[in-house]
């Protein structure tokens, strides 16, 4: 995956982030989905530090990030075929797997569950750093547990200047920030459980991302099921997530036509996210964003323009429901999430 044209941190700033790492301490740092919060995943303390400063609870799991070429047996009791073909096919890359823990394999990461989230990101500052924190570590074991790098439940950020935004504080007590550009897929990566194929489960998809299960299931040769009540927890599976602060709220085209010429608009201005151009007769309290009509265009972009209207004092953030087939799955999830984080008095608005 190509990375983008842009001046990136020096060997000696990723040796430094590296002795942060080591030194039990957070580096936030880019990776092609989004920027990541990272600590030492063997680390106990180093990792409740992560959840400390994201808010977030602490039976939720965190994906472990190694090298390319890592050990994976050092992580996992067992690598199936299965496992392998789709590293084979998809590492480095954004597809995380979770996979059987091996039992020294540090449980803060997986929220007290058996199994353990692996991913190797195609980022060169992301190996960069994984390459130096892991050339420290014993046996050059290393792992670098890191969730998005925001608060929990809020909008990913896709550039640095975002995560500097989100952990003022950190940043202020000496956090590196290590700017690798604007990240290249703009969401988080898929997530496919591998952890209980010894009991007759197959392939469950946790989360949708850039990796489809139509490709998932050309390499396996199987189906790719959905999560059951079993299925293990995973990183962004909440009902609510990926949201701004501004109320968002998703729309059929033609309520959103309706809102956008001003029937039952709230006070104060409002932000319409749509496919096409404006109409002609576009309300003047409305603000109108045109978004790509290529899913991965528009998952790129995603995260950044929430950021940007959330900043942009409007009353609410109306979505444009994007296409229901299987390439705008992963966008579907995310915004989905993000709407379900609002309860809304929408009375008034057009379509409910």
């Not at 590296?18 to 990776?31: D, K």
């Not at 050092?74 to 039992?103: C, E, H, K, M």
């Not at 550039?159 to 956090?175: D, L, S, T």
């Not at 009353?315 to 989905?336: F, H, K, M, S, Y």
């Amino acid at each position: 995956m190509s990375q983008p044209d842009h001046a990136l941190p020096d060997a000696a700033a990723i040796a430094r982030a590296a002795e942060r790492l080591l030194a039990g301490e957070l580096v936030a740092f880019p990776t092609e989905t989004v920027y990541g919060l990272g600590a030492d995943a063997q680390n106990p303390e180093a990792v409740a530090r992560i959840y400390a400063a994201k808010g977030r609870p602490s039976n939720h799991p965190v994906i472990v990030h190694v090298a390319p070429g890592a050990d994976l047996g050092y992580w996992v009791r067992n690598i199936s075929p299965a496992a392998r073909q789709l590293i084979d096919a998809f590492w480095p890359g954004p597809l995380t797997l979770i996979l059987p823990r091996a039992p020294h394999a540090g449980a803060a990461v997986s929220g007290g569950q058996d199994s353990i989230g692996l991913r190797c990101p195609s980022h060169p500052v992301a190996q960069a750093l994984l390459r130096a924190f892991a050339a420290g570590k014993p046996g050059g074991h290393g792992g670098v547990a890191a969730p998005s790098a925001n608060k929990f439940g809020h909008v990913s950020p896709t550039r640095a200047e975002h995560v500097r935004g989100e952990f003022p504080q950190e940043v202020a007590q000496g956090m590196p920030v290590l700017d690798g550009g604007p990240a290249q897929v703009g969401i988080e990566s898929t997530i496919v459980d591998l952890s209980r194929l010894e009991q007759g489960v197959g392939p469950v998809l946790l989360r949708p991302g850039h990796v489809t299960p139509a490709q998932i299931e050309a390499v396996l040769d199987m189906p790719v099921a959905m999560p059951d009540a079993a299925a293990p927890r995973a990183s962004g599976t909440l009902k609510a997530h990926y949201a701004p602060h501004t109320p968002l709220e998703l729309m059929t085209t033609q309520h959103l036509m309706d809102a956008a010429r001003g029937r039952g608009l709230p006070a104060g201005r409002v932000a319409i996210v749509a496919f096409g151009a404006a109409p002609a007769e576009l309300d003047a309290r409305v603000a109108w964003r045109q978004v790509p009509d290529d899913a991965g265009r528009y998952a790129q972009a995603l995260y950044t323009m929430l950021r940007d209207l959330d900043g942009g004092g409007y009353a609410r953030i109306l979505v444009q429901a994007p296409p229901a087939d299987d390439a705008w799955r992963a966008v579907n999830d995310r915004i989905g999430r993000a709407a379900a984080a609002f309860t809304l008095d929408t009375s008034g608005l057009p379509g409910t």
